[in-house]
């Protein structure tokens, strides 16, 4: 992040400094990390835009993702989205299995159809997805 725009998110939360006081620098760090305010949005490609569609499905269709994931999806880390997606188990009936099970199989095919250094994790997600989305419309 250029350091003009770094300075400048800084001048917007410089409030909450005198929140905190000297010896707690760890503890204003974790809020400004929590907080992510030094992270910064990547700009997608129509395909990866895509994907990032089809993985905001799967997460509405599961009934949401743990905050943890918003800063993924602004970086646009899609694989680590997919890939922690595609390890879910449906609890307590909540969400919708087969909307989430048929994003999430439209997503890792997606990305699979990319020449990609982990093609063969992405595979194997893609692989689940589609076992858990046959499962869900065999019942």
């Known amino acids: ?19 905190f006081a000297v010896g707690e620098e760890e503890d204003l760090a974790f809020v400004l990390g929590f907080g992510h305010v030094f992270i910064v949005d990547r700009v997608l ?11 905001g499905t799967a997460a509405g269709a599961h009934g949401g993702y743990p905050g943890g994931l918003l800063a993924w999806f602004r970086t646009g880390e899609l694989t680590k989205i997919f890939l922690y997606f595609a ?9 919708s299995p087969p909307d989430f099970w048929a994003a999430m199989t439209a997503a890792g095919e997606l990305l699979a159809s990319q020449d990609r250094p982990d093609h063969e994790e992405v595979t194997a997600g893609l ?10 419309s065999a019942k």
């Open 87 to 95: 390890r879910t188990r449906f609890r307590d009936g909540r969400g």
């Open 45 to 55: 490609e129509e395909h990866e835009e895509r994907i990032r569609d089809l993985l």
């Open 1 to 19: 992040m250029p350091r003009t725009d770094a300075d400048a998110r800084l001048r917007e939360v410089e409030p909450l400094f005198s929140d």
């Open 127 to 136: 692989e689940r997805c589609r076992t858990q989305a046959a499962a869900i």
